[in-house]
């Protein structure tokens, strides 16, 4: 069983149910979830509630893929050639979520896991800084001696966002909700 945590933002949550715009459920740590949440608000998604629930996650057979960032079915499927699915070819040209996901069970997976370098701790914050030092950088001319800190700025923010990607901590998306159980955390 595998320890995660899930972020929602629904009111009256009551149970795990796979929208029909993602390929499962997704689970992190919590300090993922944590993340999430703050991605929600800086972007203004609509939040009614909010409540961070641990889990276990009974899977048996995850597929390791990298993090795809967003989950449109066409990264999916370019991710699932990557990694040598058989059967890919016999989905039809633009398979659904649904359909990518029955395929992946009856190859006998039963979820996906994957480095998430999204979201996590410190991740946020040197991604925030390297796009504000971009943006900083924008404004001044090049030869000007700010120029020259900025750029110093972003490589050294730059190489802090790359040790943090490196040490990304795993995430889970799950396509079955019957193999998630809650828990009551520490």
């Not at 796979?18 to 979830?33: K, L, S, V, Y």
Request: hydrophobic content about 40%; some cysteine.
């Amino acid at each position: 069983m595998i320890e995660a945590y899930h972020l929602t933002t629904k009111a009256g949550f009551s149970r795990f149910r796979i929208a029909r715009r993602d390929m499962g459920i997704h689970f992190g740590t919590r300090a993922q979830a944590a993340d999430r949440f703050n991605w929600k608000l800086l972007q203004g998604k609509p939040i009614e509630a909010a409540a961070t629930i641990p889990v276990l996650l009974d899977l048996s057979n995850p597929l390791r893929i990298d993090d795809l960032g967003t989950w449109p079915p066409d990264r999916v499927m370019d991710e699932l050639y990557i990694a040598n699915i058989p059967g890919l070819d016999d989905l039809r040209e633009k398979p659904t979520h649904a359909q990518i996901r029955n395929h992946l069970l009856a190859c006998g997976y039963d979820g996906l896991v994957y480095p998430n370098r999204g979201e996590g701790p410190g991740l946020s914050d040197a991604a925030h800084e390297e796009q504000q030092i971009r943006t900083a950088m924008g404004l001044h001319p090049y030869q000007s001696s700010q120029w020259l800190a900025l750029q110093q700025q972003l490589h050294a923010a730059g190489r802090r966002l790359a040790r943090i990607r490196q040490a990304a901590e795993d995430s889970y998306v799950v396509f079955r909700p019957d193999r998630i159980f809650l828990r009551f955390p520490r």
